[in-house]
């Protein structure tokens, strides 16, 4: 029955999934396209028909429900649990912003004190807005050459816990968006002496599991909730994310698993969490590993080619190889990504005030990394003539803030000009997507360095004096 599975165990969900197309039973249910036969047909055309025969919701077809979980998707987080060595992992078909939000909405309450990486993903803040807990930031180092954030120090953890033993949860992004690795073993040795919980948001991480050559998964330092984006990076479909709790963990399961009820679809797409199960099955099988191998080859090979272009630099260090955040010299990143994108067909994953990032991925060939070293030899050897608005994309500001995130919120608010709105408190959250660190958040002090940041917005909204 199955095509490449040599027993139903291996992907549980995804031999459900064959099972259901292969044996169509007459539906009168929800989605109301049926198998396709709703559709416009240029849109078939477009998909495929196999795609629509397998779109489907749970709570139909015998496949099982997301909450709680039971039949093949109850299967499927099982095994994944096994592979990554969790007590429990949840699928999460929001991507890993809904995995984010069920922790805040649920590991968190009203004033409790958190420690939290200042480039944490906004999902993370609008969690605490949902929550009412209080942000304790946590500055990571600044990469000035590069205009990024890099990692965050231990030490910096430990004195944050020293001076406020009222801090119950450390949140820490890792790696970054740009690939720079934090120390989790000893932070999370530094959370366990100071009785604070950890969760470390890897959303970007999610390959490490399966090679020795990528930094190790935090679940094996003892955090206490991993979430990954497996549709980053891990070869699943947009959206699908999975949240990890290890093994002992000090978070109820039974509460992340509400919060993660409450904030999901009501509707979660079989085909999504099919593809969760997939790509782990795949990264687990031969074939998978291999793909993994040569990406890791293919960013070697990269970064060695890289160090024989004149001008051009790539961000090294205690670094996720796989991640490749490059800079040519006299062209800002935003520059970059134009002349990549118009004269050459490249498509990258990012720009930001210095650099460009690229990603070398499971379905990338050493052919396109030939071209790429090519095309950069290219744009080395020009001299380039480029007028841009003064934009910026990443802030590495401190915030002020002078307000409980959840207060300001939902404070009365008005909207007068940016340039206004200096001295002002802000009450609502801007960030970029990518890389979705925050620009302003609500209850912070807006100043007049936030400016160039806000290039999209004429107006902001303030609290009401
Ligand atoms: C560090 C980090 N966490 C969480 C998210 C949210 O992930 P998703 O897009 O899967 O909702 C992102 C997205 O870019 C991210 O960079």
Known sequence: MFEFLNKKSEAPLVCA????????MAGFHIPGHYRGQGVLSDFRKLVGDDVLKIDTTDEFDNLGTLHPASGAIKEAQEVAAKCWGAKRTFFVTGGSTVANLALAFSMTSPNDELLIGRNCHRSVLTGLIISGAKVNWLIP?????????????PNDVEDKLKNNRNIKLVWITNPTYEGVISDIEAIAKICKKYKAALIVDEAHGSLWNFSAQLPNCALNYGADAVVHSLHKTGGSMTQSSMLHLSKNSCFDENKVEHALKLLHTTSPSLLLLTSLDAARAHLSSQEGKQQLQNAIDNAKYFRQEAKKIKGLSVLEGNIDITKLFIKINNLTGLQLEYILEHDYNIEVESASDEGVLLLSNLGNSREDFVYLINCLKDISSKKYDITQK?????PLEDPEIVMNLREAYFAPKEYISKEQAIGRISSEVIALCPPGISILLPGEIIKKEHLPYLFN??????IKE
């Open 390 to 394: 003064n934009v910026k994309i990443m």
């Open 17 to 24: 999934m064959f099972n259901y197309k292969n044996n169509p």
């Open 457 to 462: 917005y004429d107006k902001l909204e303030v």
């Open 141 to 153: 180092k600044k990469l000035n050459d590069w205009a990024i954030f890099g990692n965050i120090e």
